[in-house]
């Protein structure tokens, strides 16, 4: 029963069933549907299983998304796992529906499954923001570089990449209005995240100083100068490890300390006499 609260139909996916079902293409919705909630499901199943915080799946006209806090907070194994669990549905879908027309289903409704089972598989896979394929470059950035550097050169990769994709599909003549609607959707999607990656890297930080089995599997040396904003210096924060940093020649802080300065204590000079917090 949990589950099924969990499942939700965007208004948008209930209007297009409504189209569909006057315009003779309910069977191609139900069959979208369909395993786009399998994909979904997926994800499901292997964030619950490490103990996420699941808020809802909603079930769009083109697509679905697992909504959950824990997405920048938990280790990159365990990240890792949950976005292929969506597409690892695909592959025994494939062997679901050749049972399915060995059994006898009828050939144009076998043909249709594979063709969406396929579309959504490849879609998922192109490496953009928030689809599977742009998290798995995430995941692989953020070993890379700091957290914050991440989110915002993703969004911008994941923005240049839709427009490529959409001035090729324009030049040989394959673009619709539904891809256009798709593009816009992701473009809206990247910029809103690009703009807020402040907010998203206060919540991973949030995270990182209240919140227990935060990943802290590495350790990380910065050195920063004595005038370095806190705000600017968490900015240099790395996902899954535990930082020290050497502020000046002599101040040697800890993570934990960072981030109280930023949360807590921010009115309160180090213990370095010529250093004093700056927030911004």
């Known amino acids: 029963m949990k589950l099924i609260h969990t499942i ?4 948008l996916f209930l209007i297009f069933s409504v189209l569909a079902y006057f315009f ?11 395993i786009v909630l399998i994909h979904e499901l997926g994800h499901y199943l292997a964030a619950k299983s490490f103990g996420w915080n699941v808020s809802k799946i909603v079930i769009w006209p083109f697509g679905g998304v697992m909504e959950t806090e824990d ?26 529906i050749y049972l399915l027309s060995v059994i006898g289903l009828n050939e144009s409704v076998v043909s249709l499954l594979y063709f969406i089972n396929t579309t959504i598989l490849v879609f998922n896979l192109i490496p953009i923001l928030p689809l ?3 998290r798995f ?4 950035m953020n070993k890379l570089m700091a957290f914050h550097k991440s989110i915002a050169s993703m969004t911008i990769i994941s923005i240049i990449i839709i427009g490529i994709i959409n001035g090729i599909l324009l030049f040989i003549g394959w673009y619709n209005i539904q891809l256009a609607w798709i593009s816009i959707f992701l473009l809206l999607d990247n910029w809103f995240t690009w703009r807020d990656k402040h907010i998203f890297l206060l919540k991973h930080l949030l995270s990182r100083y209240f919140v227990n089995g935060v990943d802290r ?3 990380h040396l910065l050195q920063v100068p004595m005038d370095t904003p806190i705000s600017e210096l968490v900015k240099q924060f790395k996902k899954g490890c535990y930082h020290f940093v050497h502020i000046g020649q002599d101040t040697v802080l800890t993570e934990d300390e960072c ?3 930023l949360f807590t204590d921010y009115h309160r000079n180090l213990s370095h006499p010529n250093l004093n917090a700056k927030v911004v």
């Open 132 to 134: 599977d394929g742009g």
């Open 8 to 11: 939700q139909l965007h208004p």
């Open 217 to 219: 599997s590495d350790f």
């Open 259 to 261: 981030l109280r300065l």
């Open 24 to 34: 003779g293409m309910f069977i191609e919705l139900l069959c979208l549907t369909i």
């Open 137 to 140: 470059i995430f995941i692989a």
């Open 71 to 96: 997405y920048f907070n938990r280790p990159n194994k365990e990240e890792f796992i949950v976005t292929i669990a969506g597409p690892i549905q695909h592959i025994w879908l494939y062997g679901v």
